[in-house]
């Protein structure tokens, strides 16, 4: 509906007259909050990401795939995959603003792509550093015959970290054999694991495993070499997802053979690299669903520990999105749709999920492709705790995206801390595969999201001298549901109603010493608008991306 206001002269209007006018304006109004309450359901594209909720970027002229997103803490959104420059394929990164436009600050005009030794190099992981640095993962060609292991760190504005490796790269040889990653990981002292797979005695492949320290180094503390190799049952094993336990241990999936077809395939690993005799007797587990093959490419870990798990089973016309839930044990949890087990068909034919994230409600979205018999689409399906197709999203829990008309696929998902979603993957623009995004509307937000805050950290009670001319500190924490550097500062208010005074600074540091960066803000004590009979202080503000936040805690006022 297009709407024009022309310029006229005003005559009287009669009484009669201005009450039906007024009523149609009601009813109009009535009408456009209808269609924008449509349009911000749950599954929806998001129309604030460049008009309409897609974005497709081209590198060279030829084919380019995204296969991991990750976000910053200002909101910016990081791609890494690869793009085809002239002769081979390189690294490629890209970064958007949250409207979804480049970032002209990264790279060259948002874009960055990297050689390793004029080979083929392609990347398929991703991960952020505490310090804005940007770790890409996936395998470079150092002959025309074998590839290895390959990373490169590059710095906030896109430059390659000359700290980390030779000149910012790094490549790790398995025995000669070839090898490349599929996940990455940081841990919290700032190491790096990957994941993946490599082929022994060129003909059989295993999982394959290596810890860096933060300056691209091997660990020699990670299985005495920094390398680890897991064979399932001296078939084709390969790993494609890799995540950390609150105990540090670590979770790797991927697919097995097991001589007559292949099965979803799980390793658990100590801090050291040995397997964890602890999961399923022997570190590892296969799953088998319905006597046809599956492969298992994402993994989260639920805030009670259990174990996520998503990829694709074969019906033996078609596949299938599948996902699986496992106990600390390693069990098959059966509270998860009775077998631990879950299918998801699309209409039309196939379909594969590529991607997995949890929401902070507990709720799981995969996103993947689907083949429609025309074309590929992405594809995205939300589920409830107990494994249910979350009807609230998209259409009875799925939703398909076209790009334009020809092949699109996701294969990377994230979601912002104001709950929208981001896939990122490939679609066909006419002229090859380019970098593609879409963001959708996650859960509908709360007007406020309810945080956790600490006055006066260390000490209670908050008692607060409303004589002082000092300042009053108060932490934001983070939580499993909510990360605080994704606070905006400038945003914060606090005081008696959370309204009164805006932080003289502010820092980011490990305030309570769970291991997690909080942010801390201080107050000039004479502004919070504290009276001596208040009990409560509370403090409001923003993310970065816009979600509004509220946190309150109890104070003791010393007014003598």
């Not at 209409?347 to 507990?362: K, Y």
Request: glycine letters at 12%.
């Amino acid at each position: 509906m297009k709407i024009e206001v022309t310029s006229m002269a005003l005559q009287p209007t009669p009484p009669f007259v201005r009450e039906l006018v007024v009523g149609l304006l009601v009813a109009l109004l009535m009408t456009l909050s209808s269609v924008h309450a449509v349009q911000a359901a749950p599954g929806d594209l998001d129309p604030t990401f460049d008009s309409d909720g897609r974005v497709t970027t081209d590198f060279a002229g030829n084919s380019d795939v995204a296969f991991a997103v990750a976000i910053q803490t200002d909101g910016k959104l990081v791609v890494a995959g690869w793009a085809f420059t002239s002769t081979d394929y390189d690294f490629a990164l890209a970064r958007y603003n949250p409207d979804g436009s480049l970032d002209s600050t990264f790279g060259s005009g948002g874009r960055v792509t990297t050689d390793f030794a004029g080979n083929s190099d392609m990347a398929f992981a991703l991960a952020i550093q505490a310090d804005g640095k940007l770790v890409a993962a996936g395998r470079a060609f150092t002959s025309t015959t074998k590839s290895d292991f390959a990373l490169a760190r590059y710095n906030p504005d896109g430059s390659l970290d000359s700290t980390f490796g030779s000149g910012g790269r790094v490549t790790t040889d398995f025995a000669s054999s070839s090898a490349e990653v599929f996940a990455l990981v940081i841990r919290a002292d700032g190491k790096l694991v990957v994941a993946g797979g490599t082929s022994i005695g060129f003909s059989d492949l295993d999982f394959a495993l290596a810890r860096y320290n933060s300056d691209g180094s091997l660990d020699p503390t990670f299985d005495f070499d920094g390398r680890v190799t897991t064979d399932f049952a001296s078939g084709s094993d390969v790993a494609f997802a890799l995540a950390i336990q609150a105990d540090g241990k670590l979770v790797v999936a991927g697919r097995t053979f097991t001589g007559i077809d292949f099965d979803f395939a799980l390793a658990r690993y100590n801090s050291d690299g040995s397997l964890d005799s602890t999961f399923d007797g022997d570190g590892r587990v296969t799953t088998n669903f319905a006597g046809s093959s599956e492969e298992v490419l994402a993994l989260a870990i639920e805030a009670d520990g259990k174990l996520v798990v998503a990829g694709d089973t074969s019906t033996g016309t078609e596949l299938d999105f599948a996902l699986a839930r496992y106990n600390p044990d390693g069990s098959l949890d059966s509270t998860f749709d009775s077998d631990g087990r879950v299918t998801t068909n699309f209409p039309g034919n196939s379909a594969e999920a590529s991607a997995l994230a949890i929401q902070a409600d507990g709720k799981l979205v995969v996103a993947g492709d689907t083949d429609t018999g025309t074309d590929f689409n992405f594809a995205l399906t939300r589920y409830n705790s107990d494994g249910s197709l979350d009807s609230t999203f998209g259409s009875s829990g799925r939703v398909t995206t076209d790009f334009a008309g020809s092949f699109d696929v996701a294969l990377a998902l994230a979601i912002q801390a104001d709950g929208k979603l981001v896939a990122a993957g490939g679609a066909n623009t006419g002229n090859g595969l380019d970098f593609a995004l879409a963001r959708y509307q996650g859960s509908s937000p709360s007007s406020e999201l309810q945080v956790t805050i600490d006055i006066k950290p260390g000490g209670f009670p908050n008692s607060i001298n409303l004589k002082s001319r000092g300042v009053t500190p108060v932490a934001i924490l983070t939580t499993a549901t909510f990360n605080a550097t994704t606070v905006k500062p400038s945003t914060v208010r606090f005081g008696t109603t959370g309204t009164e005074a805006a932080p003289a600074r502010s820092a980011l540091e490990d305030v309570d010493g769970d291991g997690d960066i909080d942010m801390i803000l201080h107050f000039s004590t004479q502004s919070l608008g504290i009276h001596c009979d208040d009990t409560e202080g509370i403090l409001t503000g923003e993310t970065f991306s816009g979600q509004a936040i509220s946190g309150s805690d109890s104070i003791r006022t010393l007014c003598h």
